[in-house]
């Protein structure tokens, strides 16, 4: 056996290891397994479970050794492949050759598709489904929808409108900020912007890292994580935001719906509704074309998608960044399948990456919501229910007396999240309400839980 993986067998109760290596089986790798152990994190791999088990799919899972000590693991597996060592975006040509050997040799049958849930695994999974020879999205459309600065400069060379992004380089003696284009070559510092400035991680994802300047003499107040490089700079767009659901299939964006956002001041999303309705996005956007432009731009093929956008006030579009994994927090599967009811969310995905033809898309009759309770960071002392909910609404409490949580991006933590399914959006808004107005959640504010 190569020493660049461990073979660790993980199944499920009254599974029988020595079968698995002379079956003729199908396998689905997944990569990626463990989870930080939210209840949505938790649905995005039992879905996928629940479709390969419809399928009768095994799954061979593949991570690092030192994720798997630290993390959740939401899903029983039939098989899984170790990777020494702590977690990193991409393994080498041997390491990637030992991990597939190892797959192969202990998954009888045949792999028939590769994917990840989770966006830092998106570049491992590109790289082993090339090497197993199953469908994925080119590493280089992966490196290129990760870095923003990149994808922004893709983007605007294909006529899509993009506000002004930067590279910060470092600084130089007098303290003064370094710029780079989006080949990482020095430019002059960018010209005034009328909104101020959001400066984020270059290659990060989600909410942490993300700050908001009106000026860029603000920026070496910062820190120096910022100034040393791996972070961006990017005009800050008016407007409200959004983000486009579905699947891309061989190049092609079925549509699933489109998700209205909530932020609070430190541009933490603290709840979604879907779909998002015309009095939103009018028509005149012409937002489907868009998108596949962007799509075609990017050269992204296959998989879910994720794509996020703005609508300024003057009813223009503006494309932000594109992920190839479901939408974060309760988006997808939960809303998606709500306001889709029927809709097979990862047996479409699954059935894709296969190259099998899908039915169509099940109408959208619903409108649903989900929305998180924020409190100050701390430790956790009592949660409670004051009242009662309203009908069709769920709670996901996300502590227990004697956790800590922690701030989202050094401001408050999310202690709980609601999630509603009705007939029209005000009726999912004042669900949502409801439930949250019910929800009690005692923190003892100290330290511990701040980034």
């Known amino acids: 056996m190569s020493p660049a993986v461990a073979r660790t067998p993980v199944l499920e109760e009254g599974s029988d290891w020595m079968s698995l290596s002379g079956d003729t089986s199908a396998w689905a790798v997944l990569v990626g397994v463990t989870a930080s152990g939210s209840h949505a994190s938790a649905h995005w791999f039992q879905g996928f479970l629940a479709s390969c088990r419809e399928r009768n ?14 993390g959740v693991t939401p899903i029983p597996v039939e098989c899984l492949v170790t990777v020494p060592g702590p977690y990193t975006s991409e393994l080498g040509a041997e390491q990637i050759a030992a991990v597939v050997e190892e797959i192969r040799a202990r998954c009888g049958g045949q792999v028939v598709l590769s994917t990840a ?8 999974n590109s790289q082993l489904a090339q090497a197993l020879g199953t469908m994925a999205n080119d590493i280089a459309c992966i490196r290129l929808i990760q870095d923003k600065p990149a994808c922004r400069r893709a983007l605007r060379q294909a006529g899509v409108p993009q506000p002004q992004s930067l590279r910060i380089l470092g600084a130089a003696a007098d303290g003064a900020p370094l710029f780079g284009d989006a080949a990482g070559t020095g430019v002059p510092a960018p010209r005034p912007a009328r909104g101020g400035w959001i400066v984020k991680p270059a290659t990060g994802m989600g909410s942490v890292g993300v700050h908001r300047i009106a000026s860029l003499d603000e920026l070496p107040d910062l820190g120096p994580e910022v ?25 092609r964006v079925r549509v699933y719906t489109t998700t209205a956002k909530m932020i609070n001041e430190r541009y933490v999303e603290t709840g979604h509704l879907q779909p998002a309705g015309p009095d939103r996005i009018p028509a005149s956007c012409h937002l489907e074309e868009q998108l596949q432009t962007c799509i075609d731009a990017l050269g992204i093929r296959c998989g879910h998608l994720h794509a996020e956008f703005w609508v300024t006030p003057e009813d223009k579009v503006v494309w932000g960044e594109f992920h190839v994994r479901q939408g974060g927090d309760f988006i997808a599967p939960d809303l998606v399948s709500a306001v889709r009811p029927g809709l097979d969310f990862y047996g479409e995905l ?28 701390g430790t956790v002392v009592g ?34 999240a609601a999630l509603a399914c009705g007939d029209d959006e005000p009726a999912v808004e ?10 009690d959640v005692r923190v003892d504010v100290d330290q511990t839980g701040r980034e």
């Open 350 to 377: 699954v059935d894709s990456l296969r190259g099998q033809a899908l039915g169509p898309i099940p109408q959208m009759s619903r409108h649903a919501g989900a929305r998180f309770l924020e409190t100050a960071a």
């Open 57 to 70: 799919l095994r799954i061979c899972g593949v991570d690092f050794h030192e994720p798997l000590q630290q």
């Open 383 to 416: 949660t409670s229910l004051d009242g009662r909910i309203p009908a069709g609404t769920f709670i996901y409490w996300e502590c227990r007396p004697g956790e800590t949580v922690h701030a989202v991006n050094g401001l408050r933590a999310r202690a709980a």
């Open 430 to 439: 004042a669900m949502l309400a409801g439930a949250i107005d019910a929800c």
């Open 117 to 124: 849930l989770r966006e830092n695994y998106q570049l491992l």
């Open 227 to 251: 100034m040393a490089g791996g972070y961006c700079l990017e005009e800050f767009v008016t407007g409200a935001e959004f983000s486009v659901e579905g699947l891309t299939v061989d190049g």
